[in-house]
């Protein structure tokens, strides 16, 4: 632009004077001229801005280009080495096909030397097969004989274990024994006393396993210096679970309808598991209360179920059930089902001999949920508390009692006062109970009337005297013993100490009893304690009596828990004789105990 004006500006100089009249002309075209040179410029402005742009736009195709190219390398590449890779992966595959067809090639060759090794050895072993049929089929039928001798042999040994045990039931009913069973429970993880888990049942620890069950009937306590072996009536393994227990305990629950007092009571130290074999798991406070059986429950609730079972089986209304539960507490007897628990229970001795608490709250049940509410409301009133040996120590003994009300036979019963006679009837012939009675013709009646045979009334014979039903009163005594407690080993102190003075002296005082009756001592110390007196009845011989003993198996218990044992062994030999049968007080019977024959008469309740 600068050199089209410079020469328009020359042009200008050079021009000659002769044009300088036509200036304005001149002025007017150069005007025009530099107008078209702006107009030219700007249109050149923006052609140049457009190929700027187009310039930009060039570079950029150009930039994308170059990437799609080196993509297109890269790719390249990429399929390059796939080829390479692939090529290299397919001879190595041609190499294997060629082994696998020489191993092909083979393959038939060693077949058919495999199957004439084959053959040979089939051979061989038919042959051996053959010339051994005979051995084999001798050898089956001495193994059959063997097979049916073991069953008979078997069968036999069950009748005659089950005849036994039958046997010895009998005798020790006849004697009067005391029966006794021991549970060995598990060993459970405070057993370790403080010791390292892992170290749980270890040889050397507190919680190595020193008792062992050995069979049904003996158990081991086996120490350093010497091993012990106890005999019981049955023995439960760790395994057996509550239901075992049970089984062996419901037979007793028809003597209880029979006639006969129950008793059943758990003994052994604190920890042992005697609240759970008589209640139940103290996982469930309520102790599986339900419509159905529960595999936890104890002893209190089936006994329950089992004797509700077995009156629905009689006719109904006969039978009646009360329930009570007591606890025995720092040597008082306390009523856990009445308003004043502290109130002061004394037992009184009746005419004949037996033993009652008069002031103690019984309730009416008609089945097993009934009886478990009341047990329940009981427990929560319970002494409990948690020592160094046992989360859940009970600090009383607790007894629930079943009294089972039943009407005795007819010929036991007592007919009520027979019907007076109607005082207008006199002067005529009428029958009673078989005895006839004549009135004279001329009679009178108390008025001074006159009164013939043909003017007498007419009147019906009275009705029979009703009956006065008479009743049989049974009872079932569960006892859950508070544990005998080692006050070093538990740690407990204040009025837990003085908690477990008590138990272990109404313990002591019970085994006293047993030593007592066990040497056939004059004098019995049942008033010792509160315990023994209020079940002397059941410990005298007024019931069957089963003792559970519940031992734990670790070292750390072992000398309470041959304490326990021995108290079982001096149990078993109590001979108290035959137990008696419970019978309503209207039935005598003809020949005291003092002089037999003699025609005396003996009240039997």
Do not use: W
Not at 116 to 132: D, E, P
């Amino acid at each position: 632009m600068e050199e089209i004006n410079t020469s328009a500006l020359l042009l200008l100089k050079q021009s000659s004077p002769v044009q300088a009249g036509t200036q304005s002309e001149i002025s007017l075209t150069r005007d025009e001229r530099i107008a078209s040179l702006e107009t030219e410029n700007a249109m050149l402005y923006l052609k140049l801005a457009q190929l700027r742009s187009n310039l930009q736009y060039s570079r950029e195709e150009v930039s994308g280009f170059q990437s799609q190219y080196e993509s297109e390398t890269k790719f390249r590449q990429n399929v390059i080495d796939s080829a390479l890779r692939f090529k290299q992966e397919l001879e190595s595959i041609k190499r294997k096909m060629a082994s696998l067809q020489r191993v092909a090639v083979d393959l038939p060759i060693q077949f058919q030397n495999d199957i004439k090794h084959a053959n040979t050895v089939v051979q061989r072993h038919r042959h051996m097969f053959v010339s051994q049929t005979s051995n084999l089929t001798t050898m089956q039928d001495q193994l059959s004989n063997l097979q049916e001798a073991l069953n008979d042999i078997t069968d036999r040994h069950a009748k005659e274990k089950k005849r036994r045990q039958e046997l010895h039931n009998l005798l020790m009913e006849l004697r009067g024994n005391i029966r006794v069973h021991c549970r060995v429970r598990p060993l459970m993880d405070f057993d370790r006393g403080g010791e390292d888990s892992r170290m749980l049942g270890g040889s050397g620890t507190k919680s190595e396993v020193v008792v062992h069950y050995m069979d049904d009937e003996n158990v081991c306590v086996r120490t350093t210096k010497h091993n012990k072996v106890f005999e019981y009536e049955r023995v439960y393994s760790p395994a057996e679970a509550q239901d075992s227990v049970f089984d062996e305990v419901s037979p007793m629950l028809t003597s209880l309808l029979d006639g006969y007092n129950i008793c059943i009571m758990a003994y052994g130290q604190t920890g042992s598991g005697k609240t759970h074999t008589m209640l139940g798991s103290h996982k469930n406070e309520d102790y599986h209360l339900r419509m159905e059986p529960h595999k936890d429950e104890g002893v209190i609730p089936r006994a329950a179920r089992e004797l509700f079972r077995l009156i629905s089986e009689k006719p109904d209304g006969k039978i009646s059930v009360e329930v009570s539960v007591v606890e025995i507490y720092n040597n008082d007897i306390q009523d856990l089902l009445s308003g004043d628990p502290h109130a002061k229970h004394d037992v009184i001795t009746g005419p004949d001999g037996s033993l009652s608490i008069p002031t103690l709250t019984s309730k009416k049940v008609k089945k097993i949920q009934d009886v478990m509410s009341f047990v329940q409301y009981g427990l929560r009133m319970r002494r409990e508390a948690s020592t160094m040996v046992h989360e859940h120590s009970s600090r009383s003994h607790l007894i629930v009692t079943l009294t089972v009300n039943s009407q005795a036979p007819s010929f036991l019963t007592k007919p009520s006062a027979p019907s007076p006679i109607p005082e207008n009837v006199s002067g005529r012939r009428f029958e009673t109970s078989g005895r006839s009675r004549t009135a004279p013709p001329g009679g009178r009646d108390r008025r001074g009337r006159s009164v013939s045979l043909m003017s007498t009334p007419s009147f019906e014979p009275p009705a029979p005297a009703p009956l006065n039903h008479a009743i049989i009163k049974t009872k079932l005594q569960l006892v859950d013993l508070a544990g005998s407690e080692c006050v070093g080993m538990s740690g407990v102190t204040g009025a837990a100490l003085r908690e477990a003075s008590h138990i272990n002296k109404s313990l002591s005082a019970l085994a006293d009893v047993l030593g007592a009756l066990a040497e056939n001592r004059p004098h019995v110390p049942y008033r010792n304690s509160r315990l023994t007196h209020f079940l002397q009845d059941s410990i005298g011989g007024n019931a069957k009596l089963l003792v559970l003993l519940c031992v734990a198996p670790a070292q750390r218990y072992i000398t309470e828990t041959t304490q326990c044992l021995g108290f079982g062994q001096r149990a078993r030999q109590v001979q108290r004789g035959p137990t008696k049968r419970r019978l309503p007080s209207s039935a005598e019977k003809v020949g005291g105990p003092d002089r037999p024959g003699s025609g005396g008469k003996v009240s039997f309740r």
